[in-house]
């Protein structure tokens, strides 16, 4: 749908208005034929015809193109009212900075900030209505540090929300001590694990040393035995040399 034509301010030229709203265009569409639409207006057309809504001739959404820079640059400068100027918005501005201007509007209807809240208050009277609004949050005038909103004061307690959060911290604690508690004895599980493991491969290389050094020590004994029957041949050899 285009902009309602009476919120323009003097004559509107007839191209400017779109051929099947009769209102002012709205983010233009051109046909071939040089029919202007407005985009939601043409693309809704097209869904049930295929054809221009003026003359008739065939065409589709591809054939669709912006409207000529000329055309745009006087739809640009056309000259209307503010779409809040039943509720006192006096403001006149260009076609191409309106939307600008109602983004911003001092009068325009917004919503409520505070969560909860479903008022729908203009913007010049926002800070009114949140200082008095009934979702609205501040902190406890009495110390306890929590926010709390307007519509629970009466049932505000400190001495329980804190005795709330002291439980919360307490259960907590303990989660986060069960959980140090757990990783500890998986940790010492695994150097325990470790441990033995290594205890066993010292064991079997002990076992190892040991029957190395028994056959170092009976390598030994075999050259002791056989040094001690080389010098008694020795001996004898010499004996036999002295008789001779």
Known sequence: MGYD???????VNEGLLCSICRDVLEDPLQAPCEHAFCAACIHGWLVHHSNCPEDRQVIDVSVL???????KNDLNRLQLHCKNRENGCEMVCSLESIDR???????SQIPCSNAGCTVQIERRNLDGHLAVCEYRSRECPNGCGYTILSAEDTQHNCVAELRTELELLRSEMICRVEEAKHEMESR?????RHMVQKESVL????????????????????????????RQELEQAELEKREL
Do not use: T, W
Request: net charge negative.
């Open 203 to 230: 064991q079997n290389e002990i076992e190892e040393l040991k029957s190395q050094m028994s056959r170092v020590m009976s390598d030994v004994r075999s050259l002791m035995a056989a040094e001690r029957q080389h």
């Open 188 to 192: 010492l599980d695994s150097q325990r």
């Open 65 to 71: 193109r912006p409207l000529y820079r000329y055309m």
């Open 101 to 107: 201007h109602e983004r911003e509007c001092e009068y």
């Open 5 to 11: 034509i009476e919120r323009f301010v003097g004559y």
